[in-house]
């Protein structure tokens, strides 16, 4: 079975500060991995996607992330911290593609 | 391009009711997966569906059912309603080939049951 694990479920940056999120996974398949982003009260935005290829996936709003198979991890960085990114964000992984299993979630609060 | 649809938005239901969400997907979708999200948790998978067909289910029981029409927009039924039902429903649309994993969400059906 396929599974993600976020490691904190609150992160707080300064705004111009680097952005790090952490995805682990468990998949007994090479996997698809994910990262959206949920502001409130609206729905899910997909940032970035690892299907197959290039490791280091870039993203929208600046955001990256790097597969990692021996770590089993996809965790999602940005440069400098933005207000805006200030959201939920969600790792997810599948084996098929069409059916996504989410990690828990980490609220990003960003500081002046 | 509208993208994808839900309603209703809001909904208070009693235990032991029954509710119907209904989602119409982003234009040229073929495909619609339905999430359930509760409080402070990540969406977990309820089922997807595709040519009017269930083609995967997650872990949720029978008293959740769906439904795929002919212009691809779906309903999502919940017969039996618990306290535990209570949650953001989020209905996701996308492409069943080419397969690439990506999901287009709705801002979801937020569900209270009393």
């Known amino acids: 079975a396929q599974s993600v694990t976020q490691l904190g479920s609150h992160v707080s940056v300064s705004e111009g500060a680097l952005v790090l999120l952490r995805c682990n996974y468990s998949?007994?398949?090479?996997?698809?991995l994910f990262w959206y982003v949920q502001y409130p009260n609206q729905g899910l935005q997909l940032l970035l996607k690892y299907t197959t290829g290039a490791t280091l996936v870039k993203g929208i709003n600046g955001f990256e992330a790097e597969f990692k198979k021996s770590e089993t991890s996809f965790h999602l960085t940005k440069p400098s911290a933005h207000m805006s990114d200030a959201a939920e964000y969600f790792c997810?992984?599948?084996?098929?593609?069409?059916?996504?299993?989410f990690g828990k979630g980490t609220s990003l609060l960003v500081t002046p | 391009d509208a993208g994808v649809t839900q309603s209703p938005t809001h909904l208070i239901k009693t235990r032991g009711q029954q509710v119907t969400l209904r989602c119409s997907p982003k234009?040229?979708?073929?495909?619609v997966s339905w999430y359930q999200q509760a409080l402070g948790q990540g969406p977990q998978f309820i089922f997807q569906y595709y040519e009017e067909e269930e083609r995967q289910r997650g872990n949720f029981p029978d008293r959740f059912s769906g439904h795929q029409f002919p212009n691809y927009s779906s309903e999502l039924n919940v017969n039996a309603l618990l306290l535990g039902d209570s949650a953001l429903y989020l209905c996701?649309?996308?492409?069943?080939?080419?397969?690439?994993?990506?999901?287009?969400f709705g801002e979801g059906s937020r569900l209270t049951v009393l």
């Open positions: 234009s040229g979708h073929d495909t």
């Open positions: 998949s007994s398949v090479p996997p698809y």
């Open positions: 997810a992984v599948s084996f098929s593609g069409y059916a996504l299993n």
């Open positions: 996701a649309s996308s492409l069943w080939l080419p397969n690439t994993g990506e999901l287009f």
